[in-house]
Each structure stands twice: as C-alpha cells, then as structure tokens.
C-alpha cells in the first residue's frame, strides 16, 4: 500500500515552522499537558494549591524539640526568654543556685553535647511508634540551628557543641530505615538577634533580618534536606510582608526541589494562623472536639508543660498512653492529624517514659491502624447515646469504624448514630475472629454485644475497634 498523503499544511517547512511557533505560543499563554500549576506570590493563589493528598492519609506524627535549651533542661524550652527577659523568680534563681555568676546562655552551647545522640536508634524507636511522618526543630526561637548553617555562625550544632549536622543524620536514618516523611520545624524569629530587634524597634519597617537571616535559612534547609513538611513558627506578630512569605512560598510550590510533595502550615505571619497556608493548626494543643471544614493538626505535647525535656518533670506531668490514644482518636474523627511531641536530653537520649509513650501507641495503632491510617470523617464524630465513642470511615470499602475509649461493663455497647439492616450489617471487633451479635433499635441505632473475654489475653487496651459494614 502507499503511504498517506501528507497535509497539504505541512508539506512547506516554514509553514510546519510556523505551526510549532503557534504551539510553543499557546503554552506559554495556556497550561501545556503535563505541566503543574504555578502559584503567584498571593494568598489567594497560594491557598488554591491542594494539599498534597499524602498528608491527610497518614494521621499520626512525631514532633521533636531539641535544641540548647535541653541543657538546663529546667522549666520550659522558652528557658532563655524566661530568665533573661522576663526574669521569672523560678528560672533566676535555678541559674544561682547552679551556674556560677556571669554565666550566659551561649555557655550553654557547648554543653549540648549529643554524645549518646544515635540517628538510627532514633529512627527505629519513631517507626515503633506507628507514626508516619517526623518533625524536627531545625531552630528554635533560641536562634541555635541543628545543622551548620552559613547563616548561624558559630551558634550551630556543627561549630559548638555536638559538632555533628544532627539534621543530615537524622534525615539519613528515617529515609533507610523507615517509611516516615522526613520534616523540619524552623522559626522565623529569633529572641535575641540584634537585627531582629533593631527591625522590631522600627516597627517592621526595617527589614534586615528576614533578608539576611531567616529566609536565607528557610532556602538553605529545603535545598540540602528536602523535607516533606516545612512547619514554620514564630512569626513575633510581624506580618507577613515583613517576612516575605508569600514569596518564599511561591518558590517553595513552584521551583523548589519539593514542590511536588512539599505540606506546610499556617504560621507566616501575624494573622495568618488558621487562615493561610497548607493545614491549619490554629493553636498549640489545638483539639476542636468538631469537623473542621480545612485540614488541620493538632500539635500537643506528651508532657503537659514544656515541649522541650524537663528535668525537674514530674510523673503526673506525662499524660498516660489512655489520654494519648484518646487524642488521637477524637483528632482524627473530626479530620484532623496528630502531631505528638517528645524532647530528648541534651546528650541525645529519647527518655524511657517517652520511648514506652511512643511504643505503647505503635502497639495499639499494629492493630487498630486500620480505623485511623487512610480514613476520612464519617457523617457523625462522635456517638449521640454513648460517650466516648469516635466514628472513622472509609468511603471506597464502605467500612465504618467506632472506637470505644471505654469497655462496657454491661455488657453491651449502644451506637445511637449507625443504622443496621438485618441479614446485611456485620459488626466484627478487631482482633476477635467471631462477629458480633447486635440487634437494631430502629432510629435510635442498634446495640452490639460485647464478648466476653477476659483482658488477660485481649492482645491490647486503652481503645477498641469494631468495625461495621452495611450500615447507614
């Protein structure tokens, strides 16, 4: 057979030329296949990009402070702020009565010494832990930076101190030994630094230290580490103008080596939490108890006073592993991720009772992950006729989930909000092979009964799973 005759159109080659300058036209005025969507330098545009869909399935992380202020370990991570520019009786005088006079809080630095400081040690108690994802406090409000940043001369964990790049080792250990996404806390103010508080003075009409500080800073981090999540703080009610923020996101969303994957939070300036940026997480400690129409994150602490370690911590100061998986459970009904924070020794060690905290979770999440990893708010939170019951729902397997925080006693468990159908729902509890009996109570929901085991050999406590198909 021949060969097709050719376009008429295309047997010239200035007009096959002048085809592919038409094309080449187009694309650069309309969005060519395959090409991602840019964002200007707006709130506007920059609140349109969808949060990267990775963020919402993982549900649990791990905050890490760690920093100069884990040496005196005393009070708060807020150490310095509290001694120096508050002159709070407790911290005055916990630096007499230890510290000898003249004493600075940058002899402070070569104290940090990380010597039991193991990344891989580390990584595998987070991955024990059933967390997905990892945030670690890059800099504090200190100013002192975990990796040897140009930008932080002689006030980094690389000049002073460790004289190790703790977040390069720790971003190697998570990415080759777990499956967590690596992420980087970083505030933009800085207590103390001179520049900061001669543009503060001027009310942020000067702009000297975002431009040679902590911008350089927030590019330095994304272009050596690559993390996954970029959690800013610490905006010292500048607004976002001052720190240049819309900018820096643009480029973060549009050409940066993570623009792909990147998720960040809300806290870029005065006014924008809970308004602007990736997840929303409005307030630390923030449990709404309700959906929230955005995503969001509630950040809170296993130690109910200090994010950073405590040395004077007291064993009721620890919430116990029953309040841990409660606000887990309540925060990721209402749509919410948690992000629990643990803070280490100034020689590197995750302390015990965190570790337990830690493994307590991973062994309650091996077997009930399935009703918080990938799954999505059901239509009712929490159980109008129990209390203590959060609902989770997986769309695609028309899976419903109801956690109950206490075993009923009676016997049997009352679900108001679900309506089963006889001969179709099956109620089953993770970690029981046997369904459950239930019966309906028409509009008022339907009551499971509860088998009887005895906790001996019930392979987990503090929260149970069961698991509903067919329901409405």
Same mark, same amino acid.
């Given at each position: 057979?021949?060969?097709?005759?050719?376009?008429?159109?295309?047997?010239?080659? =200035?007009?096959?030329?002048?085809?592919?300058?038409?094309?080449?036209?187009?694309?650069?005025?309309?969005p060519c296949p395959g090409d991602a969507a840019r964002y200007d330098p707006t709130w506007e545009s920059l609140d349109s990009r969808p949060l990267p869909a990775w963020f919402d399935e993982v549900k649990f992380g791990i $905050?890490?402070?760690?920093?100069?202020?884990?040496?005196?370990?005393?009070?708060?991570? /807020?150490?310095?702020?509290?001694?120096?520019?508050?002159? +709070?009786?407790?911290?005055?005088?916990?630096?007499?009565?230890?510290?000898?006079?003249?004493?600075?809080?940058?002899? $402070?630095?070569?104290?940090?010494?990380?010597?039991?400081?193991?990344?891989?040690?580390?990584?595998?108690?987070?991955?024990?832990?059933?967390?997905?994802?990892?945030?670690?406090?890059?800099?504090?409000?200190?100013?002192?930076?975990?990796?040897?940043?140009?930008?932080? /001369?002689? /006030?980094?964990?690389?000049?002073?101190?460790?004289? +190790?790049?703790?977040? =390069?080792?720790?971003?190697?250990?998570?990415?080759?030994?777990?499956?967590?996404?690596?992420?980087?806390?970083?505030?933009?103010?800085?207590?103390?630094?001179?520049?900061?508080?001669?543009?503060?003075?001027?009310?942020?009409?000067?702009?000297?230290?975002?431009?040679?500080?902590?911008?350089?800073?927030?590019?330095?981090?994304?272009?050596?580490?690559?993390?996954?999540?970029?959690?800013?703080?610490?905006?010292?009610?500048?607004?976002?103008?001052?720190?240049?923020?819309?900018?820096?996101? *643009?480029?973060?969303?549009?050409?940066?080596?993570?623009?792909?994957?990147?998720?960040?939070?809300? +806290?870029?300036?005065?006014?924008?939490?809970?308004?602007?940026?990736?997840?929303? #997480?409005?307030?630390? &400690?923030?449990?709404?108890?309700?959906?929230?129409?955005?995503?969001?994150?509630?950040?809170?602490?296993?130690?109910?006073?200090?994010?950073?370690?405590? &040395?004077?911590?007291?064993?009721?100061?620890?919430?116990?592993?029953?309040?841990?998986?409660?606000?887990?459970?309540?925060?990721?009904?209402?749509?919410?991720?948690?992000?629990?924070?643990?803070?280490?020794?100034?020689?590197? +060690?995750?302390?015990?009772?965190?570790?337990? &905290?830690?493994?307590?979770?991973?062994?309650?999440? !091996?077997?009930?992950?399935? *009703?918080?990893?990938?799954?999505?708010?059901?239509?009712?939170?929490?159980?109008?006729?129990?209390?203590?019951?959060?609902?989770?729902?997986?769309?695609?397997?028309?899976?419903?989930? !109801?956690?109950?925080?206490?075993?009923?006693?009676?016997?049997?468990?009352?679900?108001?909000?679900?309506?089963?159908?006889?001969?179709?729902?099956?109620?089953?509890?993770?970690?029981?092979?046997?369904?459950?009996?239930?019966?309906?109570?028409?509009?008022?929901?339907?009551?499971?009964?509860?088998?009887?085991?005895?906790? #001996?050999?019930?392979?987990?406590?503090?929260?149970?799973?069961?698991?509903?198909?067919?329901?409405?």
């Amino acid at each position: 057979m021949s060969p097709p005759a050719r376009s008429s159109i295309l047997r010239s080659p =200035a007009a096959a030329l002048g085809l592919l300058l038409l094309l080449l036209l187009l694309c650069l005025q309309l969005p060519c296949p395959g090409d991602a969507a840019r964002y200007d330098p707006t709130w506007e545009s920059l609140d349109s990009r969808p949060l990267p869909a990775w963020f919402d399935e993982v549900k649990f992380g791990i $905050f890490i402070h760690w920093g100069v202020f884990s040496v005196p370990g005393f009070g708060s991570e /807020w150490f310095w702020w509290y001694w120096q520019k508050e002159k +709070r009786e407790p911290y005055v005088n916990f630096m007499k009565s230890n510290y000898p006079p003249g004493f600075s809080y940058q002899d $402070f630095g070569p104290l940090f010494t990380a010597e039991f400081f193991d990344a891989n040690q580390w990584a595998d108690i987070l991955k024990a832990s059933g967390a997905k994802y990892v945030v670690l406090t890059s800099k504090h409000h200190e100013g002192f930076t975990l990796w040897g940043s140009k930008y932080s /001369w002689n /006030w980094n964990a690389v000049d002073v101190g460790p004289k +190790r790049d703790i977040v =390069a080792e720790l971003a190697s250990s998570i990415r080759n030994r777990t499956v967590l996404h690596f992420g980087l806390y970083h505030s933009l103010f800085e207590w103390f630094n001179p520049l900061f508080l001669d543009d503060a003075s001027s009310g942020f009409l000067k702009n000297q230290f975002p431009s040679a500080k902590s911008l350089p800073e927030l590019y330095e981090i994304v272009n050596k580490y690559h993390p996954e999540i970029l959690w800013s703080d610490g905006d010292a009610h500048a607004p976002d103008t001052y720190w240049n923020s819309t900018g820096f996101l *643009a480029w973060l969303y549009n050409d940066s080596p993570v623009r792909d994957m990147v998720v960040t939070n809300d +806290r870029w300036g005065a006014d924008c939490i809970c308004k602007h940026g990736g997840y929303y #997480t409005c307030a630390d &400690r923030y449990n709404p108890g309700h959906l929230l129409p955005h995503k969001w994150e509630n950040c809170m602490t296993i130690d109910k006073n200090s994010w950073g370690y405590r &040395r004077n911590a007291q064993l009721s100061d620890y919430l116990t592993i029953e309040e841990l998986v409660k606000q887990l459970v309540e925060t990721v009904s209402c749509g919410g991720n948690l992000l629990l924070n643990i803070g280490p020794t100034h020689d590197g +060690r995750i302390p015990v009772i965190f570790e337990e &905290r830690l493994k307590q979770m991973g062994s309650w999440l !091996a077997l009930n992950g399935e *009703a918080i990893f990938s799954t999505k708010p059901w239509r009712a939170q929490n159980d109008s006729a129990t209390p203590g019951v959060w609902y989770t729902f997986k769309p695609k397997e028309d899976i419903l989930y !109801a956690i109950f925080l206490n075993w009923p006693s009676s016997g049997t468990l009352i679900l108001g909000e679900p309506k089963g159908v006889t001969g179709k729902t099956v109620v089953k509890l993770i970690g029981y092979e046997e369904p459950l009996p239930w019966v309906s109570m028409g509009e008022k929901g339907m009551m499971v009964v509860a088998p009887q085991l005895p906790f #001996t050999i019930f392979p987990y406590q503090w929260g149970w799973t069961l698991q509903l198909t067919n329901v409405y």
